[in-house]
T-cell receptor
């Protein structure tokens, strides 16, 4: 089965700092890769995705590149804002069978003004 | 689109009572998923439906849990009888086609069993 490893955090940054949240995974077949974000009191929202090697997913200033050779999908943002404070989930989706994503435990990000 | 709609947002019930959580997926989405989120276990997939048919319920913790999807626009998750350890946030999500198109989650139901 699939598995995901990401730092649990919390990651604490000052506004305008550079963000990296590491994600490595194991998955059967050739997975699609996702990052979801969960703001306080809300459900998860799809942030970005990549479906093949070397693809870069991007949205709202966040980026992640599908690295097949290192089985990684690290999330980056050049300048975080207070409004980015949330929990971020990395989730590979297997290419075989049901394509159900495997969610990690999430990484909490706290951005201070 | 109003998104995935869950009700109620909050539910407080006494141990032993029946609890029913409701979900309306996005119109046109043909897959529906029920998740449970707790601090201890994170996000757990309970069951998912494809075209209203339950495909995998291996995540349902016990026989006290049951889920139905009588039509494409409605699903329920029932717990009978409820126990304090069922306290969690329950999320419903839907997707179009293959799940690698990404999910749309509802805002969740926070269940507290006292």
């Amino acid at each position: 089965g699939n598995s995901v490893t990401q730092m649990e955090g919390p990651v604490t940054l000052s506004e305008e700092a550079f963000l990296t949240i590491n994600c490595t995974y194991t998955a059967t077949g050739y997975p699609s890769l996702f990052w979801y974000v969960q703001y306080p009191g809300e459900g998860l929202q799809l942030l970005l995705k990549a479906t093949k090697a070397d693809d870069k997913g991007s949205n709202k200033g966040f980026e992640a590149t599908y690295r097949k050779e290192t089985t990684s999908f690290h999330l980056e943002k050049g300048s975080v804002q207070v409004s980015d404070s949330a929990v971020y989930f990395c989730a590979p989706s297997s290419s075989g069978g049901s394509y159900i994503p495997t969610f990690g435990r999430g990484t909490s990000l706290i951005v201070h003004p | 689109d109003a998104g995935v709609i869950q009700s109620p947002r909050h539910e407080v019930t006494e141990m032993g009572q029946e609890v029913t959580l409701r979900c309306k997926p996005i119109s046109g989405h043909n897959s529906l998923f029920w998740y449970r989120q707790t601090m201890m276990r994170g996000l757990e997939l309970l069951i998912y439906f494809n075209n209203n048919v339950p495909i995998d319920d291996s995540g349902m913790p016990e026989d006290r849990f049951s889920a139905k999807m009588p039509n494409a626009s409605f699903s329920t998750l029932k717990i009978q009888p409820s126990e304090p350890r069922d306290s969690a946030v329950y999320f419903c999500a839907s997707s179009l086609g293959r799940a690698d198109n990404g999910y749309t989650f509802g805002s969740g139901t926070r269940l507290t069993v006292v």
